[in-house]
């Protein structure tokens, strides 16, 4: 009987969305600003899953940009957009990409946003990330990890 109705109510729904933590350092200031303006971009992306409690989760998106001109770091942005999400009728299986990626690609745009405003608030030129794949990102972390859950620590020769 629970396995019925946990079958038919099946409802996905966004909480809240938040930034929860924001960095913005430009170290080499105000000497970045009088050289030429051809920097190199690193982004790094992060995501963290809480259990708030049952059907509750807290998805925590971590961006990190940073610019170098040269050997020289011109600013590093760090964000972190949160949103809190319910789940009910979901599967296990169901659950991961639905928190591992969906729940990013809801996030994301939020955290372009900030990213966007610190490095223009720091006196930059306009930086807007592009799209990113969370399925992709997802599928990628879950073949990574699936060896090590196999017990596959055989190394790989090639």
């Known amino acids: 009987m629970a396995e019925e109705q946990q079958s038919s109510e099946r409802q996905f729904s966004v909480q809240r969305v938040y930034t929860k933590d924001v960095s913005f350092e430009s170290p080499n200031a105000p000497e970045i600003f009088r050289g030429e303006w051809k920097?190199?971009?690193?982004l790094n992306l992060n995501t963290k899953i809480n259990k708030?409690?049952?059907?509750v989760y807290e998805v925590v998106l971590a961006v990190t940009v940073s610019a170098k001109?040269?050997?020289k770091t011109a600013f590093i942005v760090e964000v972190q957009q949160a949103g809190i999400f319910t789940s009910?009728?979901?599967?296990?299986?169901e659950l991961g990409p639905l928190l591992g990626a969906y729940c990013p690609t809801l996030l994301f745009p939020y955290a372009r946003e900030v990213v966007t405003d610190l490095v223009v608030k720091g006196s930059f030129p306009q930086l807007v990330l592009q799209h990113v794949n969370f399925d992709v990102l997802f599928a990628q972390h879950q073949q990574q990890a699936a060896p090590a859950q196999?017990?596959?620590d055989k190394p790989s020769h090639h």
């Open 69 to 71: 001109v040269g050997d």
């Open 52 to 55: 708030l409690e049952d059907r």
């Open 39 to 42: 920097p190199t971009h690193e």
């Open 150 to 152: 196999n017990g596959g």
């Open 88 to 93: 009910i009728g979901f599967s296990e299986e």
